[in-house]
């Protein structure tokens, strides 16, 4: 495989390119259509690995609780112990005197990884999370080995 770029034409309609023409500016000035399009195909492909059954996953779940909620605290503790294997970190940050926001580094297959994730945001006193997965598939990695994005139109 091939690292050259290749050309292709896209067809869309004009509201839909207008508005790729004002996300591609506020991606900045580095940023084209070419650097965009090739940047949402990458998250596209991540996306749908990250899907397949079996496939390894790293996840980032960000949470944000109230710590006086009776026991969260321990709860979320006790899980994150029995899942040791599973959790490489977790950086707790005191937002102010009752929110706590709290980033927990998952890894492991993508179901087992969605449904740990699942049961740390359906704890009892968590407000609100989100998890985010990613794969270090080949296929999908940014680096090319040259710097295209530097100029590349
Ligand atoms: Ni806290």
Known sequence: MSNDLMRFSVAMPEDLLIRFDRLV???????N???VVRDLVRDALVEDDCAMPGVEVMGTLTIVFDHHASD?????HAIQHDCFDSIVSAMHVHVDEH???????LRGE?????????????TK???N?????????RECDKGTGHLSHYGEK
Do not use: H, M, P, W
């Open 72 to 76: 969260l605290q321990e709860k979320l």
């Open 25 to 31: 500016a506020r991606r900045g000035l580095a940023k």
């Open 99 to 105: 929110t706590c926001l709290e980033v927990i580094v």
């Open 33 to 35: 259509r070419s650097e």
């Open 129 to 137: 999370g989100k998890l985010v997965l990613t794969t270090t598939s």
């Open 110 to 122: 993508t179901g087992f990884v969605q449904d740990l994730a699942n049961l740390i945001l359906g």
């Open 125 to 127: 006193g968590v407000q």
